[in-house]
């Protein structure tokens, strides 16, 4: 049974730093594109950052897709672990939300923004930033 599961949601003053964490049963991690998404009350879910299939690129096959978000966010993959981890330095309140982490279909090694693209999702963890 496919499973994802986030961790690492809190309430941070501004400035600070999160790690989260997608757990991932179920599949190996390494074979599918996966993505963190946000969602804060009233607005549509967006995709924050996603890390392609293994092997896909050599080097580094992350990416994000907010530019409010690059240089503070960065996601990675621990293969072994079967994990994927978002860590979030430079917090600020606007990013407020509740985090999820998505598979992609299969058929496509590629990172994708479509919230349509992914099959399977996490229940979400809650990141909160204020003083």
């Known amino acids: 049974q496919t499973q994802l599961v986030e961790s690492g949601g809190a309430l941070v003053q501004p400035g600070g730093s999160l790690v989260l964490s997608c757990a991932a049963s179920?599949?190996?991690?390494?074979?599918?594109?996966i993505s963190w998404f946000r969602q804060a009350p009233g607005k549509e879910r967006e995709a924050v950052s996603c890390?392609?299939?293994?092997?896909?690129?050599?080097?580094?096959?992350?990416?994000n897709f907010l530019d409010s978000v690059k240089g503070r966010f960065t996601m990675s993959r621990d293969s072994t672990k079967n994990t994927a981890s978002l860590q979030m330095n430079d917090l600020r309140a606007e990013d407020t939300a509740t985090y999820y982490c998505?598979?992609?279909?299969?058929?496509?090694?590629?990172?994708?923004?479509?919230?349509?693209?992914?099959?399977?999702w996490g229940q979400g963890t809650q990141v909160t930033v204020s003083s």
């Open positions: 998505a598979r992609r279909r299969r058929g496509s090694p590629f990172c994708s923004a479509n919230p349509s693209d992914y099959d399977s």
């Open positions: 179920g599949f190996g991690m390494k074979d599918f594109a």
């Open positions: 890390v392609m299939k293994s092997g896909v690129l050599k080097g580094d096959d992350s990416m």
